[in-house]
């Protein structure tokens, strides 16, 4: 069974940093792409970043500069670092992963800033 399981959320006052975690239970290399979406109440899921199975990344545009994907081939790991949190940031992340068709998600961590 695939699960994919996110940590690192919480409370975050404004102009701080998070680094969001999501671990796969099988290698990440049998993905051909991961990454991460944000979805706030009533409002569609929307992609962060995602990072193919080659290492090239892609940004939605209002994540361009405060928001890096990286992740850690050997621990079957990916992460998600804000830096400079605003109040806009706060939704819940979802972990999201794919093979050919099949789509796998993590069940959310929340992140909230506070002023």
């Known amino acids: 069974q695939i699960r994919l399981v996110e940590s690192g959320g919480g409370l975050v006052q404004a102009g701080g940093s998070l680094r969001l975690s999501c671990a796969a239970s099988?290698?990440?290399?049998?993905?051909?792409?991961m990454g991460w979406y944000r979805q706030a109440p009533g409002k569609q899921r929307e992609l962060v970043a995602h990072?193919?199975?080659?290492?090239?990344?892609v940004y939605a545009d209002s994540a361009k500069g405060r928001f890096t994907i990286s992740r850690d081939c050997p621990k079957n790991t990916i992460f998600l670092q804000i830096a400079t949190l605003e109040l806009e940031d706060t939704d819940v992340y979802y972990c999201?992963?794919?093979?050919?068709?099949?789509?796998?998600w993590g069940q959310g961590t929340q992140v909230t800033v506070s002023s």
């Open positions: 999201h992963a794919s093979i050919l068709s099949r789509e796998y």
């Open positions: 099988i290698n990440i290399f049998e993905f051909n792409r």
């Open positions: 990072i193919n199975v080659g290492g090239k990344t």
